[in-house]
């Protein structure tokens, strides 16, 4: 075995598009184990940890690309080179095509050749700040998907748009869909009257796939950033975007999705709801409900919840509570199905997420039920594991959060990670259930349930040999319209015997029916 440093000077990839080179490159021949990141002192640390990193790679700088490859003996090191150059090369976008069409190379260009009113900026963190500026200044809102742009420099950048009447989404802004376009990672969705703003990327993604699958529509999902609610930046984005939205002719209801803001930033939202002319839903996930509601305003303890309140004002129906799709009756003979095969010593979910707002979601929700949730984001701080990488009694693990996703791609694209964990809950004799969550859409990984249920065949044939059973149960974010087709994407979990359920929260909701009928 030996170790080899590749370092691309200035060569910058963002996330996406990183995720898809490592994908790439670990599926080359004699190659034990890839990463490919950027050269930050961070990534430098984490290569060094992992006994990748060589003389050549410490020298990388921040906005170098450096690929760290773990070889066999035998490997042909000429061939994988050039593997590596032909695909980075056809990630490149050319500067023209055979239609004499021109690739702009930078806004003043691009604003030139067409009528735009909107970027999207994918650059270093270092960067992205002077472009996003740049773009303000030319009168354009801009959505940032870069991250590590500094809290002074998100600061600024949203003062000045504040300033111009302008939307600057992000820094850090994984998904929006504006005017019925994708931006990001992002579901196919119908179009309605339904508006969004939201801080969490996996929320949005949730709640407009369930409205989408319910036959309901969306006017616009603005992306705020996960920073945006905290006491330093204030809300500028989603206070910005709730105006927008109010002004928006398309947008009829307006819906509010985020983890819990600052007090102050909170009051300021509530405060500026009190004069919002359309019909609103609050959804702070883990936040204090009373205090929207001592307000009389509309609030949703759930993601499911939200996108149900949302629909029923379209319908101009009075918003009726289920917990699940099918009658509970038949969900109760599902159930028992389940945990009538558990052995005695089996107790105990194991939650394996890719999207933190849905890992709380269904922390809320069985916390709802009386069972206490072991995680690395729990609502109860006392909950908090000590480590991530194992698992105690009832456990649910965000696997999206940046302890799990540095220097490798994120689970929604590389389920390398979580098909281990699957494999590894599944020796633990008090495991009953293992639920997770399946995320489709643009930039998702092109077929996860494929990737899932190779790991749940596995898990469940482990227990099969020691005399036990596993339950596996999922849920799927996403659409029929998606890439994937969430349809599809269901009939392959069946088959590898999963358990499947319409929603994050009513999977959620039945794994702890599960367990506790075992109990």
């Known amino acids: 075995m030996s170790v080899k440093n590749i370092v691309k000077k200035n060569r910058y990839l963002d996330s996406v598009l990183l995720m898809l080179v490592s ?17 930050t002192d961070n990534n430098r640390e984490l290569l060094s940890s992992d006994s990748l990193l060589t003389g050549e790679g410490k020298e990388a700088g921040p906005n170098d690309l450096l690929i760290a490859l773990s070889l066999e003996d035998n490997a042909d090191m000429d061939k994988i080179l050039e593997e590596i150059e032909n695909f980075l090369s ?26 735009a009113n909107m970027v999207v900026i994918s650059l270093p963190g270092d960067y992205a700040r002077w472009e996003a500026e740049k773009a303000l200044m030319n009168g354009l809102h801009v959505m ?113 999705i985020s983890k819990p803001p600052s007090s102050e930033v909170e009051d300021k939202i509530l405060d500026l709801l009190k004069n919002c002319p359309k019909p609103f839903i609050i959804n702070f996930l883990g936040g204090n409900v009373e205090k929207s509601k001592n307000r009389g305003y509309k609030v949703a303890k759930t993601l499911e919840e939200a996108a149900h309140m949302a629909m029923a004002l379209v319908k101009k129906e009075e918003y009726k ?12 003979i599902l159930a028992e199905k389940e945990y009538s095969k558990f052995s005695a010593d089996q107790k105990y979910i194991r939650g394996l997420y890719s999207g933190g707002s849905v890992c709380e979601e269904a922390n809320i929700v069985l916390d709802d039920m009386g069972i206490r949730i072991n995680s690395n984001a729990p609502i109860r701080e006392e909950l908090k594991l000590k480590n991530s990488k194992k698992s105690v009694a009832h456990t649910f693990v965000d696997m999206g959060d940046d302890e799990f996703t540095r220097g490798v791609p994120h689970p929604m694209i590389d389920f390398t990670l979580r098909k281990e964990r699957i494999v590894e809950e599944a020796k633990d004799r008090e495991c009953a259930v293992i639920l997770m ?29 020691e005399g036990r059973y596993i339950s596996c149960v999922a849920s799927i974010t996403g659409t029929s319209r998606d890439p994937q087709n969430r349809e599809n994407q269901k009939k392959i979990l069946e088959d590898a015997g999963v358990v499947v359920l319409p929603s994050n929260a009513q999977a959620a909701r039945f794994s702890a029916m599960v367990v506790k009928r075992n109990a």
Not at 25 to 35: F, L, R, V
Not at 147 to 157: F, K, M, P
Not at 198 to 223: C, D, R
Not at 449 to 461: F, H, L, M, Y
């Open 23 to 39: 994908n790439q490159i670990k599926e080359m021949n004699g190659i034990i184990k890839a990463s490919v990141m950027m050269g």
């Open 90 to 115: 056809s990630k490149k976008k050319p500067s023209s095509d055979d239609t004499g069409s021109v690739t702009p190379k930078s806004i003043e260009a691009a604003l030139n050749l067409m009528d």
């Open 144 to 256: 940032l998907f870069s991250d590590n742009v500094s809290v002074e420099d998100e600061i600024e950048l949203k003062t000045l748009a504040r300033e111009k009447g302008l939307l600057l989404m992000g820094p850090d802004c994984g998904t929006s869909i504006i005017n019925n376009v994708a931006l990001g990672f992002a579901n196919i969705l119908n179009s309605g009257n339904i508006g969004i703003v939201g801080a969490s990327g996996t929320g949005i993604q949730e709640v407009t796939s369930l409205i989408t699958n319910a036959g309901f529509g969306i006017s616009q999902a603005i992306g705020t950033g996960g920073r945006d609610l905290s006491a330093r930046v204030g809300g500028l984005t989603m206070i910005g975007a709730l105006e927008a939205l109010i002004e928006d002719k398309d947008t009829e209801i307006i819906l509010l």
């Open 437 to 465: 969550d399946v995320v489709l859409g643009l930039g998702a990984h092109e077929n996860p349930a494929r990737e899932i249920a190779s790991a749940v065949v596995k898990a469940k044939k482990i227990a099969g040999e």
């Open 321 to 332: 509570k289920i917990d699940f799709n099918d009658p509970v009756e038949e969900i109760k």
